[in-house]
């Protein structure tokens, strides 16, 4: 089966063209890493409730993917060609091929970042023993998937990394009052009335009050850190001092609530061309 290479700019999918023996190299990569990607792992249902190992993978069966995808892949000369000089936010690199006889698409997930753009500042390319100034703008690609769509369901490894590019969150299960309480019982988190937030608790919330929890954000970073990047998105979160130690004040209205848990699930980004701000997966402009 022929294989096809798109990346997903903001909240479209562009087609990448490349070149007949780039399209062979690229095959053999995206191949080889599938393999790595699925090879002797245990396949374990996602509810966002359980933290896999290295002989795991997460999976969700009859993954209903957008119909963009799949249409993509099984006719690459629809989407625009993507446009490295124009393009903006570039959230994955992917590929996919598409079986007839089945009716399946398959498609091989890459996550990207700004960090693998060779535009900005001074690039060096190796020319034997010497480096050579890069002129031209390109891109990196990762060394392994983020995820792969497959037999109607889609594998991965990291709610993250697969969320900033499928929109997975409701697949998470609500947590329950018990498990928001040991949210907000945080040592890091200061909650002047529990009740008021409980008050304000939807199915939303309780997806991402679960997300918190697995993820274990609030023991990875600290209440300075959540403030200080969290000004970055326009977004005022406060921090005192309880008995000498710095906490970040859990608001009680319902918006404030949701901006917090948005911005602790990493569901704001900078898009890596222009600087424009977005929240994830609605891909609504911040500023």
Known sequence: MAMHFFAIVGDEIKRVRVDSATQKTLT?????????????????????????????????DDFDIDSEFVDAIKQPQGPADFDLKNDDHIKSIFAGEYDKKSDQAT????????????KKGFTLLGDG?????????????????????????????????????????????EATNEQIDEVLDHDRLLVSDAKAVHEHVDSWMRRRFTAVLQSGVLDKVTPRQISSRARKYGLMVERKKVDDKDTVVFPT???????????????????????????????????
Do not use: C, H
């Open 28 to 60: 053999a990569m995206f191949t080889d890493q599938s393999q790595v990607f699925l090879d002797q792992r245990s396949k374990v249902a996602f509810d966002g409730s359980y933290n896999i190992d290295e002989t795991e993978i997460y999976e969700i």
């Open 107 to 118: 498609i091989f997930f890459q996550s990207f970042n700004k960090g693998r753009l060779l």
């Open 129 to 173: 023993t010497s480096l050579k100034e890069n002129k031209k703008p390109g891109i990196t690609l990762d060394t392994k998937l983020a995820g792969v769509f497959v037999d109607g369901a889609l594998v991965f490894r990291n709610y993250r990394n697969m969320n900033s590019i499928v929109d997975i969150s409701t697949f998470y299960n």
């Open 253 to 287: 209205e319902k918006k404030e609530i949701k901006n917090l848990l948005t911005f602790l699930n990493e569901g704001y980004f900078e898009g890596e061309l222009t600087g424009t701000l977005f929240q994830t997966n609605s891909q609504r402009k911040l500023g």
